[in-house]
């Protein structure tokens, strides 16, 4: 191995683990709880349920998968265990598109793009679409390697396998990647048949392919079985009031950047940089060359294509319109022009002084980029390069505990040590996993976040069914305002106006009158509701009412139910016998429940033989 391989390979491996300790989950500043959900769920992982996010249709779970590995066989931490994990499909990902390059210069600078991106696109080096194009990346390694006119070729057999079983993957973790694979399928197609004319069919490839999109098809329609949450404008397009709508969001951003609107100011001179290198290639390199080099090139061809058709797809995209036209979407747009045009200006027929010049340039305008994210993250955001689980594990100094907050402050706070903090949204944020509730009540201690959530800590607060009370004085833990809370025992009147009644009920503010005069009363429900959560315990319902019979007559049926009927939880008659005094009383249903229910109901089955008088309804925690 001569001296500039050593550098290279030196140099490589420095600027991955440079990246590694600021950019992975375990030492990223702004880590949140998008990310939290990779690393919470490779400690409760479970299988089949869990191939895609908690009930969710999107975003196949790879990384949690891969994760059990390290996490159950070598005991990292689940936060740990997904750092590298990531990072080991991103230097996957880099070594298949690296391979398309020659120079070791321009495999350099591709890894500083691909391992250090400009802070709009930081999330390359965590969300799924930077999971999505490393495994593109690493088959079009072995596509490279397929002699497509070599039919018998046993090691051809096993790179149109791993081929397709990084395409299958690359779907289940991102359904756009659809998109790319069937643009490089008719890239490859169209290079063989019409490029370089070959009449010849590979019929393993045909066999494969059809195995391959038969195999991808059914998967992942079994692991969508299994979703609970189902995303609504998921595939939906954007008419064309909406589709200006979109852009203009992304105008009014880029002009921001532009005219140095906002903090960003190396990104700003970044984006500068690459519009003036675009130009200055564009007005003094591309020429009729270019045409000569996509009809050569089919991987020119293919990020091109890409770039196009996945920026249109984007931009009429109902899903990305809703998200506020996230930058995380546009990390596409990043790698498939960042790509095409390292790889167009390698493969130009250039002199020595154009060549360092372009590389200068290059050089100049990627490592701008790249500093854009150390500078953002030091000085405007969050002003520290201290990783957020590292303050995040000040709540283990609280020992077992329960954390409730909203979802960008909730899931977080657990992923330093999720076996002794429990942690979940708060009912009315983005609930992800119902079963970490429970874990959270199931806590010695609880305590609140009030940032982004609540103006201040209230002495009483509603959660899941249960209700907490303030225990204690307000203090500051691991940058959040926090509070413990403790469960007390629910003694609350519910008030008539939230219950629905039969339209022919005599209704009025204090009470509702059922006259058994009223014939279209009898047997039938004429009281039902108020579909309230409520959480595990004992409890009673009182009714207080009054009956107008002197007779021993049966007059309703009083229940407890749950899930709109279907689940019965308590029932009981009455009748005269059941009241110790015939003019007014209160009727008691006892009922428990063993988990927790998000709408109860109490309903009265009316039978008629008595006037029935309801003043009040009153639930009550043993």
């Given at each position: 191995m001569n001296i500039r391989n050593i550098l290279y390979y030196l140099g490589l491996v420095t600027?991955?683990?440079?990246?590694?300790?600021?950019?992975?989950?375990?030492?990223?500043?702004?880590?949140?709880?998008?990310?939290?959900?990779?690393?919470?769920?490779?400690?409760?992982y479970k299988l089949p349920q869990d191939l895609y996010c908690w009930g969710q249709n999107r975003g196949g779970t790879l990384i949690p998968l891969i994760s059990q590995l390290p996490h159950k066989i070598f005991g990292l931490s689940p936060v740990y265990s997904v750092s590298v994990s990531n990072y080991l499909i991103l230097i996957l990902g880099f070594?298949?598109?690296?391979?398309?390059?020659?120079?070791?210069?321009?495999?350099?600078?591709?890894?500083?793009?691909?391992?250090?991106?400009?802070?709009?696109?930081?999330?390359?080096?965590?969300?799924?679409?930077?999971?999505?194009?490393?495994?593109?990346?690493?088959?079009?390694?072995?596509?490279?390697?397929?002699?497509?006119?070599?039919?018998?070729?046993?090691?051809?057999?096993?790179?149109?396998?791993?081929?397709?079983?990084?395409?299958?993957?690359?779907?289940?973790?991102?359904?756009?990647?659809?998109?790319?694979?069937?643009?490089?399928?008719?890239?490859?197609?169209?290079?063989?048949?019409?490029?370089?004319?070959?009449?010849?069919?590979?019929?393993?490839?045909?066999?494969?392919?059809?195995?391959?999109?038969?195999?991808?098809?059914?998967?992942?329609r079994y692991a969508k079985s299994f979703s609970t949450a189902i995303a609504q404008n998921y595939t939906s397009i954007n008419d064309w009031n909406t589709f200006g709508s979109g852009l203009k969001i992304l105008i009014n951003a880029f002009s921001e950047v532009l005219f140095f609107r906002n903090d960003e100011i190396l990104f700003s001179i970044y984006s500068w940089l690459v519009i003036v290198s675009l130009v200055y290639f564009i007005v003094n390199i591309i020429n009729k060359k270019t045409v000569i080099l996509l009809k050569n090139n089919k991987w020119l061809s293919f990020f091109a294509l890409d770039f196009l058709v996945i920026l249109s797809i984007l931009l009429f995209s109902k899903w990305v319109y809703l998200n506020e036209m996230g930058r995380w979407y546009f990390i596409t747009s990043y790698v498939t022009l960042s790509i095409f045009i390292l790889l167009f200006l390698e493969n130009l027929q250039l002199n020595i002084r154009e060549k360092t010049i372009i590389n200068s340039v290059l050089f100049v305008t990627i490592i701008t980029g790249s500093l854009s994210t150390i500078h953002y993250l030091k000085f405007i955001r969050p002003k520290t390069l201290q990783s957020q689980i590292a303050i995040r594990s000040e709540f283990s100094t609280l020992g077992e505990i329960g954390i409730i907050g909203d979802f960008w402050n909730s899931y977080i706070s657990a992923c330093p040590d999720p076996t002794k903090i429990k942690t979940t949204a708060h009912e009315k944020s983005n609930v992800r996993n119902q079963e970490l509730v429970n874990e959270v009540f199931a806590q010695?201690?609880?305590?609140?976040?009030?940032?982004?959530?609540?103006?201040?800590?209230?002495?009483?607060?509603?959660?899941?069914?249960?209700?907490?009370?303030?225990?204690?004085?307000?203090?500051?833990?691991?940058?959040?305002?926090?509070?413990?809370?403790?469960?007390?025992?629910?003694?609350?009147?519910?008030?008539?106006?939230?219950?629905?009644?039969?339209?022919?009920?005599?209704?009025?503010?204090?009470?509702?009158?059922?006259?058994?005069?009223?014939?279209?009363?009898?047997?039938?429900?004429?009281?039902?509701?108020?579909y309230f959560p409520?959480?595990?315990?004992?409890?009673?319902?009182?009714?207080?009412?009054?009956?107008?019979?002197?007779?021993?007559?049966?007059?309703?049926?009083?229940?407890?139910?749950?899930?709109?009927?279907?689940?019965?939880?308590?029932?009981?008659?009455?009748?005269?016998?059941?009241?110790?005094?015939?003019?007014?009383?209160?009727?008691?249903?006892?009922?428990?429940?063993?988990?927790?229910?998000?709408?109860?109901?109490?309903?009265?089955?009316?039978?008629?033989?008595?006037?029935?008088?309801?003043?009040?309804?009153?639930?009550?925690?043993?």
């Amino acid at each position: 191995m001569n001296i500039r391989n050593i550098l290279y390979y030196l140099g490589l491996v420095t600027l991955i683990i440079i990246s590694f300790f600021l950019y992975s989950s375990r030492y990223y500043p702004l880590l949140n709880s998008d990310d939290a959900l990779n690393i919470l769920m490779t400690y409760y992982y479970k299988l089949p349920q869990d191939l895609y996010c908690w009930g969710q249709n999107r975003g196949g779970t790879l990384i949690p998968l891969i994760s059990q590995l390290p996490h159950k066989i070598f005991g990292l931490s689940p936060v740990y265990s997904v750092s590298v994990s990531n990072y080991l499909i991103l230097i996957l990902g880099f070594l298949g598109f690296s391979s398309l390059f020659k120079n070791k210069t321009t495999k350099l600078l591709f890894a500083i793009l691909w391992f250090f991106p400009p802070i709009r696109f930081i999330d390359l080096t965590r969300f799924p679409l930077g999971v999505q194009y490393s495994l593109i990346g690493f088959a079009i390694y072995f596509i490279n390697r397929i002699d497509f006119s070599n039919r018998k070729s046993l090691l051809n057999h096993l790179y149109l396998i791993l081929t397709l079983l990084l395409f299958a993957i690359s779907v289940w973790v991102s359904d756009l990647a659809i998109v790319s694979i069937s643009i490089l399928v008719l890239i490859i197609t169209f290079y063989h048949f019409i490029i370089a004319k070959q009449n010849n069919v590979n019929r393993n490839v045909l066999a494969y392919g059809a195995i391959g999109i038969v195999g991808t098809y059914t998967f992942i329609r079994y692991a969508k079985s299994f979703s609970t949450a189902i995303a609504q404008n998921y595939t939906s397009i954007n008419d064309w009031n909406t589709f200006g709508s979109g852009l203009k969001i992304l105008i009014n951003a880029f002009s921001e950047v532009l005219f140095f609107r906002n903090d960003e100011i190396l990104f700003s001179i970044y984006s500068w940089l690459v519009i003036v290198s675009l130009v200055y290639f564009i007005v003094n390199i591309i020429n009729k060359k270019t045409v000569i080099l996509l009809k050569n090139n089919k991987w020119l061809s293919f990020f091109a294509l890409d770039f196009l058709v996945i920026l249109s797809i984007l931009l009429f995209s109902k899903w990305v319109y809703l998200n506020e036209m996230g930058r995380w979407y546009f990390i596409t747009s990043y790698v498939t022009l960042s790509i095409f045009i390292l790889l167009f200006l390698e493969n130009l027929q250039l002199n020595i002084r154009e060549k360092t010049i372009i590389n200068s340039v290059l050089f100049v305008t990627i490592i701008t980029g790249s500093l854009s994210t150390i500078h953002y993250l030091k000085f405007i955001r969050p002003k520290t390069l201290q990783s957020q689980i590292a303050i995040r594990s000040e709540f283990s100094t609280l020992g077992e505990i329960g954390i409730i907050g909203d979802f960008w402050n909730s899931y977080i706070s657990a992923c330093p040590d999720p076996t002794k903090i429990k942690t979940t949204a708060h009912e009315k944020s983005n609930v992800r996993n119902q079963e970490l509730v429970n874990e959270v009540f199931a806590q010695p201690k609880l305590y609140l976040i009030k940032d982004m959530w609540l103006n201040n800590f209230p002495d009483t607060i509603e959660q899941f069914g249960y209700l907490l009370a303030k225990k204690g004085e307000p203090f500051r833990l691991a940058n959040c305002d926090i509070n413990e809370y403790e469960k007390i025992k629910r003694k609350q009147l519910m008030p008539l106006e939230e219950f629905g009644f039969a339209q022919a009920t005599n209704k009025s503010q204090e009470k509702v009158a059922i006259l058994k005069d009223s014939t279209s009363l009898k047997n039938s429900y004429v009281m039902w509701g108020p579909y309230f959560p409520l959480g595990i315990g004992d409890f009673v319902v009182q009714f207080k009412l009054t009956t107008k019979t002197n007779e021993p007559e049966t007059i309703a049926l009083f229940d407890v139910v749950a899930d709109y009927g279907e689940t019965i939880l308590a029932k009981k008659e009455m009748n005269t016998k059941n009241l110790s005094s015939k003019e007014e009383d209160f009727f008691e249903v006892d009922f428990s429940t063993d988990k927790r229910y998000t709408n109860i109901e109490f309903r009265i089955y009316y039978y008629g033989n008595s006037d029935l008088i309801i003043e009040n309804v009153k639930l009550i925690e043993k």
